[in-house]
């Protein structure tokens, strides 16, 4: 399982995340017509982590955009993405087949506005280092 998909089904089986956005986790961009609030996944990079007699895994950095038609909509999906993911280490993200994750670093990114359709849009960076199968 690649670390896009681990994180999409751990998102979605957390109960205080699906009660704001239901499953609406779109990878690269929203639909045409996006029911919101919605969150957009892109990965931006993933450097390999090697020393000098061992692979580390991979550093990829995953930003998460939390769109909604208000600023606190859009706060508030963004917290909850905090709050399952803050402290996540040493464990199995994406459940039996999922992705050996060591650590999540957060790195929080500009908020946004578009006039054109009135929606409000947080950024928060998850820096996942995790091993590959």
Excluded: C
């Excluded at 990829?60 to 963004?78: F, M």
């Amino acid at each position: 399982m690649v670390i896009e998909s681990a994180l999409s089904t751990y998102l979605l089986a957390q109960s205080g995340l699906t009660a704001l956005i239901s499953n609406r986790i779109h990878s690269l961009k929203l639909p045409q017509k996006p029911v919101l609030p919605a969150v957009v996944l892109q990965k931006i990079d993933a450097p390999r982590l090697n020393g000098f007699s061992a692979d580390y895994g991979v550093m990829t950095r995953i930003q998460i955009t939390s769109w909604a038609l208000t600023y606190s909509g859009a706060s508030a999906v963004q917290e909850q993405i905090r709050a399952v993911t803050q402290n996540y280490m040493n464990q199995t993200m994406g459940g039996a087949g999922g992705v050996d994750v060591k650590n999540i670093e957060f790195d929080e990114g500009p908020d946004s506005y578009e006039d054109d359709t009135g929606r409000y849009g947080k950024i928060i960076d998850l820096l996942i280092w995790h091993l590959e199968a």
